[in-house]
């Protein structure tokens, strides 16, 4: 079964085509600069075919079409017509209260999905231009939308609602929803596969650490708790996002420098976080470096980084009453020996013990906790790509 994956943001479209016999990845790429000047696509297959064209794409539907092209093309296609594409699995940001697990695209789903672009007005709408794009290229092939909220649907009131007047709740739909749920799920079930035990008996902290960082409780296979909250603002420190912070600060800095909501909404997003608090970068590899030439702010960076994440893992073994699995994942996550070390400094008293050598290792799925450690540490590369075409999969074969 041969499968499109898409992941539309506003002016760039990542796909990967899978062929799920095999759970191999046939091709993938990105058309960007959509609807801007110099339009291009790149495309790579998997036996190392690739190309880069510029291509006029003046919307979605230009795309969808560009890279069927390309998919189907005698020297760099991989199938040799669209009749070949079983599904095609979309990434959806936001799938409000609704959507607690992968739905097939009807007319009704959609109309759902356009009533949460109010809780995600960046990411919803290129997501749904892009279902549309395909829906009008590809005809009658299934669709299905993957939300990024849906997995941490589970968690309980008491962790979702918060100390805010009720009725915002109730006409606003204001609360903690979560995201990178595909991300949680995904390395959370691949951790019991790992270890060879029982999803629905661990208890598992799953950190997803990239240029937008959550954690999550998984408590017996469901989140019971996210750092992220009503958007992917709140939480950890991210690269250019504050995270939590007193929401006091956000009047007193608007009185004190005349910001309206717009530019306050800027700082938090874009121009906080760790690249606010070293003066360098959002990076943590120029961070790093940045550390090794003595930069103070930058190692502050870090260590805010850190402590937040440390913290975090505290609260969740406090919420789920025990802790059996740390995983690590994403940019950071998965390519930051030192960062995974420093956060895990210090939680011996729960049971975590990091081996040196094991910890140096990356690339693929390992257990980096010492022998006698009571909690295991893995880390596990994410692909997000694969648990949609998994889900994908899983709708359109029932
Ligand atoms: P996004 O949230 O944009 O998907 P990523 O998961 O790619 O972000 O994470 C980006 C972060 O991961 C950056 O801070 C970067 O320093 C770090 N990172 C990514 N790849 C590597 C690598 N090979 N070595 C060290 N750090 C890396």
Same mark, same amino acid.
């Given at each position: 079964?041969? #499968? @499109?994956?898409?992941? *539309? +943001?506003?002016?760039? @479209?990542?796909?990967? /085509? $899978? =062929?799920? =016999?095999?759970? /191999?990845? @046939? *091709?993938? +790429? /990105?058309?960007? !600069? #959509? +609807? /801007?000047?110099?339009? @291009?696509?790149?495309?790579?297959? $998997? =036996?190392? !075919?690739s190309a880069e064209k510029e291509i006029e794409m003046k919307n979605h539907k230009d795309a969808i079409a560009a890279l069927i092209r390309v998919l189907t093309h005698e020297e760099y296609g991989v199938i040799k017509s669209l009749d070949e594409i079983s599904a095609v699995g979309h990434r959806v940001v936001h799938g409000g209260e609704k959507f607690f697990k992968s739905v097939i695209l009807d007319d009704e789903v959609m109309k759902a999905i356009k009533e949460c672009v109010e809780l995600a007005p960046l990411h919803n709408p290129p997501n749904i231009t892009g279902i549309e794009a395909c829906q009008h290229i590809m005809g009658n092939v299934p669709q299905v939308a993957v939300f990024d909220t849906a997995f941490h649907q589970t968690m309980p009131q008491k962790a979702y609602i918060y100390a805010l007047p009720y009725e915002y709740y109730q006409k606003y739909k204001v609360r903690k929803y979560g995201f990178h749920g595909t991300s949680h799920k995904y390395v959370s079930e691949r951790a019991a596969a790992l270890l060879g035990s029982p999803y629905d008996k661990l208890k598992i902290v799953t950190c997803h650490l990239g240029n937008g960082s959550s954690i999550a409780a998984v408590d017996c296979g469901k989140t019971v708790d996210t750092s992220m909250g009503f958007t992917p603002l709140d939480g950890l420190p991210m690269g250019t996002r504050c995270g939590t912070i007193d929401p006091a600060v956000v009047t007193f800095l608007m009185n004190k420098e005349n910001m309206s909501p717009e530019q306050m909404d800027t700082i938090m997003n874009k121009k906080s976080g760790v690249l606010a608090i070293s003066g360098v970068s959002s990076d943590f590899r120029d961070l790093d470096n940045a550390v090794a030439q003595g930069n103070e702010r930058a190692a502050l960076a870090l260590e805010v980084f850190a402590y937040s994440v440390k913290k975090f893992i505290g609260a969740y073994a406090c919420a789920m009453g025990g802790l059996d699995v740390i995983v690590f994942t994403a940019g950071i996550g998965e390519n930051n020996p030192q960062m995974r070390k420093n956060i895990c400094a210090g939680l011996e008293f729960l049971g975590v013990e990091i081996d040196d050598e094991k910890n140096a290792e990356r690339g693929f799925e390992i257990d980096i906790s010492t022998e006698k450690a009571k909690v295991r540490t893995l880390v596990i590369p994410t692909n997000e790509e694969l648990a949609i075409a998994k889900e994908t999969k899983k709708l359109v074969s029932c």
């Open positions: 079964m041969i #499968i @499109l994956v898409v992941n *539309a +943001g506003s002016s760039s @479209l990542k796909y990967q /085509l $899978f =062929d799920m =016999d095999k759970e /191999l990845v @046939l *091709a993938k +790429g /990105l058309c960007d !600069r #959509i +609807g /801007l000047p110099g339009s @291009l696509i790149k495309h790579k297959t $998997f =036996d190392k !075919r």
